[in-house]
């Protein structure tokens, strides 16, 4: 297939590789020109505008925009919906809140032209490992995009068949999904978020627990200076905690055990506030994704190795970096 992409950070630009290493042309265009100028030295067509992107793709066009959710999506669904013609479809991969999916296919609706929201996981790795795609909008745009979603996601043989489940009963086994009607992908993505903030914050605690298992103000006799990379190595291997999460713990402290290139300071992105958001709305308990997200506001005023370790989890899986102290 042919398609357009609009943002060419982190994620975009890997994305734009793997399409056109799995066939398929792609039309890229970012603010900063130097982005656009390297991935079209890799085979992608630049565009110099949304306007030049829009003419270079043919009809029905296929536009995935993947920005920061708010106003740089908004007003460039916005901008989309004047340039674009019926019968083509726009598709938001960013982490937008799954209430603006809604409205936005409702505008884009009113032109004939179609929009799917897509949670797309995988960060930095999914060049290599793939992307794990949550779709929400109409069906038969799903389907016209399937062929981006195949190549984008890590295929079937990314993990080992679930016993009990009969082969080849649906794409969740590939790493793609439609989810239901316009949100429904942002939806599952924010709840995938929420829980990734809580199973985050149970290594970090666990984590720490171990650093501080040498203190003075334990009883000598039940201290123990335990090499935390060399436990977390350990536990890649046969345990029940064993996750891709840990693998990246792993790799963080065999590049720096005691992660004095980390202060502390973890970030949020949103979701796991709209997933806390969701559940009251839902009346749903959700006791430790609330604490985890509480957790990261505490960490901007005081660091522990535990801050650190989620950091570390960050820029490992995201390529996110700290902010400077007092920003």
């Given at each position: 297939?042919?398609?357009?992409?609009?943002?060419?950070?982190?994620?975009?630009?890997?994305?734009?590789?793997?399409?056109?290493q799995?066939?398929?042309?792609c039309?890229?265009?970012?603010?900063?020109?130097?982005?656009?100028?390297?991935?079209?030295r890799?085979g992608?067509?630049?565009?110099?505008?949304?306007d030049?992107?829009?003419?270079?793709?043919?009809?029905p066009?296929?536009?995935?925009?993947?920005?920061?959710a708010?106003?740089?999506?908004e007003?460039?669904?916005?901008?989309?919906?004047?340039?674009?013609?019926?019968?083509?479809?726009?598709?938001?991969?960013?982490?937008?809140?799954?209430?603006?999916?809604?409205?936005?296919?409702?505008i884009?609706?009113g032109?004939a032209?179609?929009?799917?929201d897509?949670?797309?996981?995988?960060g930095?790795?999914?060049?290599?490992?793939g992307?794990c795609?949550?779709?929400?909008?109409?069906?038969?745009?799903?389907q016209r995009?399937?062929?981006?979603?195949k190549t984008?996601?890590?295929?079937?043989?990314?993990?080992?068949?679930?016993?009990?489940r009969?082969?080849?009963?649906?794409?969740?086994?590939?790493?793609?999904?439609?989810c239901?009607?316009?949100?429904?992908?942002?939806?599952v993505?924010m709840?995938?978020?929420?829980?990734?903030?809580g199973?985050?914050?149970?290594?970090?605690?666990?984590?720490?627990?171990?650093?501080?298992a040498?203190?003075?103000?334990?009883?000598?006799?039940?201290?123990?200076?335990?090499?935390?990379?060399?436990?977390?190595?350990?536990?890649?291997?046969?345990?029940?905690?064993?996750?891709?999460?840990l693998?990246?713990i792993?790799?963080?402290?065999?590049?720096?055990?005691?992660?004095s290139?980390?202060?502390?300071?973890?970030?949020?992105?949103?979701?796991?506030?709209?997933?806390?958001?969701?559940?009251l709305?839902?009346?749903?308990?959700?006791?430790?994704?609330?604490?985890?997200?509480y957790?990261?506001?505490?960490?901007?005023q005081?660091?522990t190795?535990?801050?650190?370790?989620?950091?570390?989890?960050?820029?490992?899986?995201?390529?996110h970096?700290?902010?400077p102290?007092?920003?």
């Amino acid at each position: 297939m042919q398609m357009g992409m609009i943002g060419l950070g982190r994620m975009g630009s890997n994305m734009v590789r793997r399409l056109l290493q799995g066939g398929h042309s792609c039309v890229a265009y970012d603010r900063e020109p130097n982005s656009v100028n390297l991935i079209a030295r890799e085979g992608a067509v630049a565009a110099a505008s949304i306007d030049e992107l829009v003419a270079k793709l043919a009809t029905p066009r296929v536009v995935w925009i993947m920005l920061p959710a708010g106003n740089p999506t908004e007003e460039t669904v916005l901008a989309l919906s004047g340039k674009l013609s019926a019968g083509d479809t726009v598709i938001d991969g960013g982490n937008s809140h799954f209430k603006d999916d809604v409205r936005r296919a409702g505008i884009l609706r009113g032109k004939a032209i179609s929009f799917l929201d897509v949670g797309t996981s995988g960060g930095v790795w999914g060049f290599e490992r793939g992307y794990c795609l949550m779709a929400g909008g109409e069906k038969a745009a799903f389907q016209r995009a399937e062929p981006i979603f195949k190549t984008l996601a890590p295929n079937a043989s990314s993990a080992r068949p679930t016993p009990g489940r009969r082969k080849g009963s649906g794409s969740a086994e590939e790493g793609y999904l439609y989810c239901g009607p316009a949100g429904a992908g942002h939806f599952v993505k924010m709840i995938h978020n929420g829980i990734e903030y809580g199973l985050m914050q149970a290594y970090a605690e666990g984590f720490d627990i171990l650093k501080n298992a040498n203190s003075a103000q334990l009883p000598s006799e039940y201290r123990y200076d335990l090499e935390i990379a060399e436990v977390a190595e350990l536990w890649r291997r046969g345990s029940v905690v064993g996750s891709w999460l840990l693998d990246l713990i792993a790799i963080a402290l065999a590049d720096d055990p005691a992660l004095s290139s980390y202060q502390g300071y973890v970030g949020d992105s949103g979701e796991g506030r709209w997933a806390i958001l969701a559940a009251l709305e839902e009346a749903v308990p959700a006791e430790v994704l609330s604490a985890s997200v509480y957790t990261r506001f505490r960490s901007r005023q005081e660091h522990t190795f535990a801050e650190k370790i989620l950091s570390a989890m960050r820029r490992q899986f995201g390529g996110h970096q700290e902010r400077p102290s007092g920003s």
